[in-house]
Nanobody
Framework: QVQLVESGGGLVQPGGSLRLSCAAS????????MAWYRQAPGKERELVAR???????TYADSVKGRFTISRDNAKNTVYLQMDSLKPEDTAVYYC?????????????WGQGTQVTVSS
């Protein structure tokens, strides 16, 4: 089993910044990709950013140029630096990790952290 612990959410004014962290622990063999999703009230969960084991990244169009995903493989931790935040970025942000367990790809989710952008 792999456990994910998220931190860094909170309340910030428009134009401000936040940094989310997600640390994976437990019986870790090899982590494939790490990602952040978000879900706003009344909306479906959507991909924000993903980073694979080689460091290649993918971003939602709505956050390109404002958010940066990174990972520390030694610490099994993924980060999401969020700059120039907008009210429409308000959502619960979830960490998502794909773990290579032999031939099986196991998918894990964090508990979610609230990000509120408001003046």
């Amino acid at each position: 089993q792999v456990q994910l612990v998220e931190s860094g959410g909170g309340l910030v004014q428009p134009g401000g910044s936040l940094r989310l962290s997600c640390a994976a622990s437990g019986s870790i063999f090899s982590i494939n990709y790490m990602a952040w999703y978000r879900q706003a009230p009344g909306k479906e969960r959507e991909l924000v950013a993903r980073i694979n084991s080689g460091g290649s990244t993918t971003y939602a169009d709505s956050v390109k140029g404002r958010f940066t995903i990174s990972r520390d493989n030694a610490k099994n931790t993924v980060y999401l630096q969020m700059d120039s935040l907008k009210p429409e970025d308000t959502a619960v942000y979830y960490c998502n990790v794909a773990h290579n367990h032999g031939l099986v790809l196991q998918i894990y989710w964090g508990q979610g952290t609230q990000v509120t952008v408001s003046s």
